[in-house]
């Protein structure tokens, strides 16, 4: 599989969605009306989960998976996500 494929599913899906952003869990209200303060400037995504890197772990596979699937069939297959929190740590989800 070429890598240009598969940067750009993880650049539509996974990055250009939360780049940048605050993260916040739905039910975070206290945390959501002081990101609602902060105006237009701040960029912030609501999620329906605890967003540790675990989670963001298995989100970015869930957002991934059904598109390398849906572009290269049943030959290719999603193991694994990984998402970092520092140089040093790392939270893997695998299915």
């Not at 995504?45 to 772990?57: D, G, R, S």
């Amino acid at each position: 599989m070429d890598f240009s494929d598969i940067s750009h599913v993880l650049t539509v899906y996974v990055h250009d969605v939360i780049d940048h952003a605050f993260v916040l869990y739905e039910g975070d209200h206290e945390a959501r009306r002081a990101c609602e303060a902060m105006g237009d400037g701040h960029r912030t995504v609501i999620v329906p989960f605890i967003p540790t890197a675990e989670n963001l772990a298995k989100w970015a596979f869930e957002q991934v998976q059904p598109h390398i699937q849906t572009a290269y069939g049943n030959r290719l297959q999603l193991v694994a996500m990984h998402c970092r929190e520092t140089p040093k740590s790392m939270a893997s989800w695998r299915p």
